[in-house]
C-alpha cells in the first residue's frame, strides 16, 4: 500500500486522544492551567463524570482579547518561548496542548476576562479554530473554560468509558490533591446541579487544615510532619517536606499524594520502597497516607517525559528515594513507642559492648571513627554493626516474602506486668542447675562470633549472613532462636511480663485444632482425637497455677488461655503455631520432675516463639504463581481500552500479595531488629552450635582478597 501523508486534522486528533485521555485529565489540565495563571480560587462541575461538561472557573490573570483566535491552536503557549526554557520552567503547563486537544475531541467554549477590561470575550472553538468571533459579554475576573461532549467524536472511547465507572470520583481525586498542596488556593468540585461541593477545601496557611478540609479530621490526627533536606552534599540538593500516617492508620489503599516542585506527579518507585518501609516497620498501618512535597533545582528535573506530565524523571534519584526511605523508617521507628523503648535500651548497650570489647590485633577503628592506615586492605572490616552500609536489604528489596496464615487468634500487644514476686522463683535450685548448664555449655568461639558481629542480611527463609572479622557465616535463624528463646525462658523464669490475648482461647479448640493438623496422628479417629484433646485440657488445667507463676502462661478457670509470656521484647510469637505449643505443652512435659519440667517446658516456649520459616508459600519464589489470576482474560479486556487503563492493577493477586510482602518484611525487620541485637546481648551459644550447622562459615575475605587482586 501506499504511504500517505496523513490530514492534519487526523494528526491532531490522534495526538489530542493522548493528551486527554479521559475527562478527568481534562479537568487536570484546566486546574492546572488556574493554577498557571495565579487563580486564588478554583471552581469545577461536571456533568455526567465530565462526559457531558466540565467547567473550569478561576479567578486567574484572564486571557487577552488579541490572543483568542490562536488560543487553541495546538503548540500555542504563553508559557515557554526556546527549548532551553524548558530547564528552568516553573509552570506546570508549557506545551501548549491541552486546550488545543480539547477542542478536537469536545466542543469548547472559553470566557474570560484580563485585568483593567470593562467587559470580557466569549469564543467557541472546535478542531482548534474559533468557530466566531469573541462576543463581548459580562464576565466577573478570570477565566471560564466549559468542554461539553467529550469524546463526541470518538465513538469507541466514548462507549468504553460510559459502560465503565464514572471518572468523577478520580476527578475528585485529583482535586483533592491539589488542594493539599496549594494550600492558597480555594478548590471546589461539584457534580452540576449539586448544592453542596464534593471538595471544598477552603483557603488556608496550614498544610493539615488543608488535609483536614479534604479529607477530615480523622486523617489528620494521625498524621507526622517529616522533613528531608540533602544541601549538605556538594553535589545535590533536595528537600522534601511532608506528612506521614502513623501507627494508628489503618486504610485498604495507600494514599500518595506526591508533588515534585510543584507537579502532581506519580514515581512508583518511591512509592514502593515507602510502602516497603511500612510493612516493615508497621505491619498492620502498611497502606499509609502520604503527602510529601519535594522540591529540586530545575534542572535537575526532566518534565517532558509524559505526554500528559504525569511522570518526571530526576537526576540522582535512587539516592533521593534512599534518603527519603532512611527518613521514613527512623519516623516510624520514633513513633511506636514501644519500639524506640526498646530499641535505644538495646543500642546503647550494644554501644558499650562495642567501645569496651578488644578487638584482638584486628583493631581497626580509631577513636574518632577513622580507619587507621596500618591494616592491609585485605583485612579491612567494617566493624560498627551500627553501620548501615553493606546491610543486603539496602541492595535488594521485598524479595522473598512469606503468607501468614489469617489466624482468629491475635495477640493484642497489650503488656501486662506480672503480679508476682520474682524473688522467690529465682531460688528455686533445679531452675538454678538449668542456667549454669548453659554456661557450662557456652562455646567460647561462637560466643565471640554471636557478640561482635555485624548483620549483613538474611540469606533464605532459614539462614541469615553475619560477617566477623574477615569471615562471613550463615547463621540459622531458626536454630538460634530458639536456642534464645529457650534460653530466656528460663532468665525470665517466673518474672516475664505478659502478653494479653485480645480473646481468651478454648484449650479445648486449640488442642483439637493441633491434633488435627499433626500427620503421626491421622490414623486415630476423631472421638479419640476429642479424648486425647480433654485429656490435655485436663493436664493444663491442674498445672495451670505452676505454669502461670513460673511462666506467665495463665490459663482461666473455664480452660481457657488468656495470656502468654514475653520472652523477648518486642515480640509476639507466630500464633499460627499456639495450638501446637498447647500440645505439647499437655503431652510432652515431664510434670512430676522438677528440673525436667522446668527443661522441657522451656524448650516447649523456645520451639513455639523461635523465628520459623513460614508454613505458606513465598510469593516472590514459584509460590506465587498461585496467586495470579487468569491473565489471558485480563489481557484481552485490557486490549480494548488500551489507554484508558491507567490504573497500576497487574495480574497478581494485591491484596494476597501485599499481605505476604508485609509478613515477610516483617521477619526480616525482626530477624535484623529484634532476634539479632538480643542475641548480641543474651545469646550464650552452646558447643554443638559449632558441628550441627547452626554457624557455617562460608567465605573469608582473605581468601576473597587473593582471588581479586588478581583481576
Ligand atoms: P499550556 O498550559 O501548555 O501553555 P494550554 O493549551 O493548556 O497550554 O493553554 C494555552 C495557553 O492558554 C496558556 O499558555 C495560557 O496562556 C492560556 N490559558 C489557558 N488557560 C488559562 C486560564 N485559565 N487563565 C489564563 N490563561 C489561560
Ligand atoms: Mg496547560
Redesign the pocket.
Known amino acids: 500500500p501506499r504511504i500517505r501523508r496523513l490530514e492534519e486534522s487526523v494528526v491532531n486528533r490522534i495526538a489530542a486522544g493522548e493528551v486527554i485521555q479521559r475527562p478527568s485529565s481534562a479537568v487536570k489540565?484546566?486546574v492546572?492551567?488556574?493554577i498557571?495563571?495565579g487563580?486564588s480560587t478554583v471552581s469545577v462541575t461536571v456533568k455526567d463524570g465530565g462526559l457531558k461538561l466540565i467547567q473550569?472557573s478561576?479567578d486567574?490573570?484572564?486571557?487577552r482579547c488579541e490572543?483568542l483566535p490562536i488560543?487553541?491552536e495546538r503548540h500555542?503557549?504563553?508559557?515557554?518561548s526556546a527549548y532551553e526554557d524548558l530547564q528552568t520552567i516553573k509552570?506546570?503547563?508549557?506545551?501548549?496542548?491541552?486546550?488545543?486537544?480539547m477542542t478536537y475531541v469536545g466542543h469548547v467554549t472559553v470566557t474570560?476576562i484580563t485585568e483593567g477590561q470593562l467587559h470580557g470575550y466569549r469564543v467557541s472553538y472546535r478542531d482548534g479554530v474559533m468557530e466566531n468571533d469573541p462576543k463581548p459579554c459580562a464576565a466577573v475576573k478570570?477565566?471560564q473554560?466549559m468542554v461539553e461532549n467529550l469524546f463526541y467524536n470518538m465513538v469507541a472511547r466514548r462507549k468504553t468509558l460510559q459502560n465503565s465507572n464514572d471518572d468523577y470520583p478520580k476527578i475528585v481525586d485529583f482535586i483533592s490533591r491539589f488542594a493539599v498542596h496549594h494550600i492558597n488556593v480555594n478548590f471546589s468540585c461539584r457534580k452540576h446541579g449539586a448544592n453542596r461541593a464534593d471538595v471544598h477545601s477552603g483557603s488556608t496557611s496550614s498544610r493539615l487544615d488543608a488535609i483536614r478540609n479534604v479529607y477530615g479530621a480523622s486523617v489528620v490526627r494521625d498524621l507526622m510532619e517529616i522533613q528531608v533536606s540533602d544541601e549538605n552534599a556538594v553535589d545535590e540538593i533536595f528537600k522534601m517536606d511532608g506528612f506521614i500516617s502513623n501507627a494508628n492508620y489503618v486504610a485498604k489503599k495507600t494514599t500518595m499524594i506526591l508533588f515534585i516542585n510543584d507537579r502532581l506527579v506519580d514515581c512508583t518507585s518511591l512509592k514502593r520502597a515507602t510502602e516497603f518501609v511500612y510493612s516493615a516497620i508497621l505491619p498492620q498501618a502498611s497502606k499509609p497516607f502520604i503527602y510529601m512535597s519535594i522540591n529540586l533545582p530545575p534542572e535537575h528535573v526532566d518534565v517532558n517525559i509524559h505526554p500528559t506530565k504525569k511522570e518526571v524523571s530526576l537526576l540522582n534519584q535512587e539516592r533521593i528515594i534512599e534518603k527519603i526511605k532512611d527518613a521514613i523508617e527512623e519516623k516510624l521507628m520514633n513513633c511506636n513507642n514501644t519500639r524506640i523503648f526498646q530499641t535505644q535500651a538495646l543500642n546503647s548497650s550494644a554501644l558499650t559492648q562495642a567501645n569496651t570489647r578488644k578487638d584482638k590485633g584486628t583493631e581497626v577503628s580509631t577513636p574518632t571513627g577513622e580507619k587507621s592506615q596500618k591494616i592491609p586492605v585485605s583485612q579491612m572490616v567494617r566493624t560498627d554493626p551500627r553501620d548501615p552500609s553493606g546491610r543486603l536489604h539496602t541492595y535488594w528489596q521485598g524479595q522473598t516474602s512469606n503468607l501468614e496464615k489469617k489466624s482468629g487468634l491475635v495477640a493484642v500487644r497489650n503488656i501486662v506486668r506480672s503480679r508476682r514476686n520474682p524473688k522467690d522463683a529465682g531460688d528455686l535450685s533445679s531452675r538454678h542447675e538449668l542456667v549454669t548448664e548453659i554456661d557450662y555449655n557456652l562455646h567460647p568461639g561462637l560466643f565471640d562470633i554471636v557478640k561482635n558481629c555485624t548483620y549483613v542480611g538474611v540469606a533464605d527463609e532459614v539462614f541469615a549472613l553475619i560477617q566477623h572479622n574477615t569471615l562471613l557465616y550463615l547463621v540459622n535463624v531458626v536454630n538460634v532462636s530458639k536456642e534464645l528463646m529457650y534460653q530466656q525462658a528460663l532468665c525470665r523464669f517466673g518474672n516475664f511480663n505478659a502478653i494479653q490475648l485480645s480473646e481468651p482461647a478454648p484449650l479445648l479448640e486449640l488442642l483439637t485444632m493441633a491434633l488435627k493438623d499433626d500427620e503421626s496422628m491421622s490414623d486415630v479417629n476423631e472421638k479419640e482425637k476429642l479424648e486425647i484433646a480433654e485429656v490435655n485440657t485436663e493436664i493444663l488445667k491442674e498445672n495451670a497455677e505452676m505454669i502461670n507463676e513460673y511462666f506467665s502462661i495463665h490459663i482461666d478457670q473455664g480452660g481457657n488461655l488468656t495470656r502468654l509470656p514475653v520472652v523477648l521484647d518486642q515480640y509476639t510469637p507466630d500464633m499460627d503455631r499456639l495450638p501446637e505449643f498447647m500440645l505439647t505443652l499437655g503431652n510432652d512435659i515431664a510434670w512430676d520432675v522438677e528440673k525436667e519440667c522446668f527443661r522441657t517446658a522451656a524448650a516447649a516456649i523456645g520451639n513455639f516463639y523461635a523465628l520459623h520459616p513460614p508454613i505458606l508459600p513465598n510469593p516472590s519464589g514459584k509460590g506465587i504463581r498461585l496467586y495470579k489470576k487468569n491473565k489471558d482474560s485480563m489481557e484481552s479486556a485490557g486490549q480494548a481500552d488500551n489507554d484508558l487503563t491507567s490504573t497500576d492493577e497487574d495480574d497478581i493477586d494485591q491484596e494476597l500479595l501485599a499481605e505476604a510482602e508485609a509478613a515477610w518484611a516483617q521477619r526480616e525487620w525482626t530477624i535484623q531488629h529484634v532476634l539479632f541485637p538480643s542475641m548480641r546481648l543474651f545469646l550464650k551459644p552452646p558447643k554443638s552450635m559449632a558441628t550441627d550447622g547452626t554457624f557455617v562459615q562460608i567465605a573469608s575475605l582473605d581468601k576473597l582478597y587473593k582471588i581479586f587482586e588478581r583481576c
Not at 503547563?93 to 486546550?99: M, Q, S, T
Request: charged share 20%; net charge negative.
Open positions: 489540565e484546566l492546572e492551567n488556574s498557571d495563571a487563580a473550569v478561576d486567574g490573570h484572564g486571557i490572543d488560543l487553541c500555542t503557549t504563553s508559557k515557554l509552570s506546570m503547563g508549557f506545551r501548549g496542548e491541552a486546550l488545543a486537544s474570560t478570570g477565566t473554560v
